[in-house]
T-cell receptor, first 109, second 116 residues
Framework: QKEVEQDPGPLSVPEGAIVSLNCTYSNSAFQYFMWYRQYSRKGPELLMYTYSSGNKEDGRFTAQVDKSSKYISLFIRDSQPSDSATYLCATDSWGKLQFGAGTQVVVTP | GAGVSQSPSNKVTEKGKDVELRCDPISGHTALYWYRQSLGQGLEFLIYFQGNSAPDKSGLPSDRFSAERTGGSVSTLTIQRTQQEDSAVYLC??????????????FGSGTRLTVV
């Protein structure tokens, strides 16, 4: 079993809808949680970074971490076609990042 | 440089040949990482270098894979006797320090390796 599990999708939503993404992880020792966005033929870029439990908001993006259930979420409000990408959750594992499989998101105009 | 630079961007090689993939990290970043991304898979950790410490090679899938980092800067990932299952995108990342809890990672655009 992978340490970070993520549904690969694809997830298709109409423009303006809320995109809801989530991951689960297995090791309760993980403290740092990240969401990366990856466009086709590009490297992942850091989107959101959170430490321990709680919410973090940045513009249209909200990241949530629930350590009691080992659940990580990302919400994208007012989605745009430019948000179409693969979104990967990740956690820091003693200096190395453990990634989920990535969810492909398609926002249709 | 301004970002992490990887070369070549694409590489097609014949089964059994050796390949070298290059990574130029961001200047001043002491930590450098190699990951592999196969179709439909997340990123798989391969190896990381932190300053002058011995590299963490725990993710290398076989002894056909090796990497070195010269002068604390440029890194080369070498795959010997390539197999078709080695076909993937090889991504390099650097960060100011390996102990940042994952913050500050910057990825390159990757080398797309195809073994035919």
């Amino acid at each position: 079993q992978k340490e970070v599990e993520q549904d690969p999708g694809p997830l298709s939503v109409p423009e303006g809808a809320i995109v809801s993404l989530n991951c689960t992880y297995s090791n309760s020792a993980f403290q740092y949680f990240m969401w990366y966005r990856q466009y086709s033929r590009k490297g992942p870029e850091l989107l959101m970074y959170t430490y321990s439990s709680g919410n973090k908001e940045d513009g249209r993006f909200t990241a949530q971490v629930d350590k009691s259930s080992k659940y990580i979420s990302l919400f994208i409000r007012d989605s745009q076609p430019s948000d179409s990408a693969t979104y990967l959750c990740a956690t820091d594992s003693w200096g190395k990042l453990q990634f989920g499989a990535g969810t492909q998101v398609v926002v249709t105009p | 440089g301004a970002g992490v630079s990887q070369s070549p961007s694409n590489k097609v090689t014949e089964k059994g040949k050796d390949v070298e993939l290059r990574c130029d990290p961001i200047s001043g970043h002491t930590a450098l990482y190699w990951y592999r991304q196969s179709l439909g898979q997340g990123l798989e950790f391969l190896i990381y270098f932190q300053g002058n410490s011995a590299p963490d090679k725990s993710g290398l899938p076989s002894d056909r894979f090796s990497a070195e980092r010269t002068g604390g800067s440029v890194s080369t990932l070498t795959i010997q006797r390539t197999q078709q299952e080695d076909s993937a995108v090889y991504l390099c990342a650097s960060s100011p320090d390996a102990g940042t809890g994952g913050y500050g990672y910057t990825f390159g655009s990757g080398t797309r390796l195809t073994v035919v």
